[in-house]
């Protein structure tokens, strides 16, 4: 393959990585994705492409749809204890973000939600809302009828508003505050003040650091402040489990603040929340082995803040 051929598909990595991700929800099944539409370019008859850009994204999106149908796949996602890979602010991955709805289209609340979705829905939801993809577009991608295009997207679309209520957006400095003053509830355990920052909705998601087989839920303030007061609260098994003593930093992941716990520069687990009207709507928390190895490996490549809490 000449070097033209290969420039012309590394300027559409970032933009295939992705989109990989948004219907994958995993950084590295993404990647797998990227590559082998890679090989499938190198092999491909090029003069016959018309439109680089357009088969590219044909291929990468039917290659994430196939695995997503994948009995394997389906078997762990329906098993319940699945959470969407967390990525730190400037991951390339993480994809445009300039309109609320590219912004909202890789949370981890709407990633968890796209699970909902047949894989077509979801990939037309994913070209539609976060890609801007035209109906006609999406139908020559997914070979499909226009009609089809925009009957999928309503369904998707209504799937996930229904489940999820929208305030007005946030502005990050507002949203960490918020975060900074939960953080400081969850371990003084002071529980009045961390029910009070949470809305009547609020949810709570959790792979319990992959002990488990199934997905930690919860759902009502109490409940939840319990969880949380519980879940941050030190103990000598926790820190054997982390590896020492756990710092807490705060940084965006997703578009959201979360909470990091590190260890040496190793981060061991990550709290993402949805932030609402000045309250917290939601949180993701994600500590399974596995989840959060490009998440460190971001973390360790820039110099962060000073840490909200040194020692745990």
Known sequence: MDSAAIDRFEASRGRLASLAYRLLGSAADAE?????????????????????????????????????????????????????????????????????????????????????????????????????????????????????SQQHAHRARLRVTAERRRGEETDPASARRVVEEFLAAATSGHTERLVALLTDDVTVVSDGAGLGKRLLRYRTRERVASFVRAGFRPTPAKRRLAGGSPAFHIAPVNGCPAVLAVVEGRIVGAVAFEVRDGRIASLYGVAAAGRLDRLGEAWRQREPDAPVIDTW
């Open 32 to 148: 797998d994705a990227v590559q082998d539409t890679f090989l499938r370019w190198q092999t491909a008859d090029r003069e016959r492409v018309e439109v680089p850009e357009a088969w590219l994204t044909r291929v990468v999106t039917n290659l994430c749809l196939d695995r997503l149908r994948s009995a394997q796949v389906r078997h762990e996602r329906a098993a319940g204890a699945w959470l969407p890979e967390p990525l730190l602010e400037g991951d390339p991955m993480l994809g445009p973000a300039d309109t609320f709805e590219q912004r909202e289209s890789v949370s981890l609340a709407v990633l968890t939600l796209l699970e909902r979705l047949s894989p077509v829905e979801r990939a037309v939801y994913v070209l539609r809302e976060a890609f801007s993809y035209s109906h006609a577009e999406i139908a020559g991608i997914l070979g499909i009828t226009r009609s089809a």
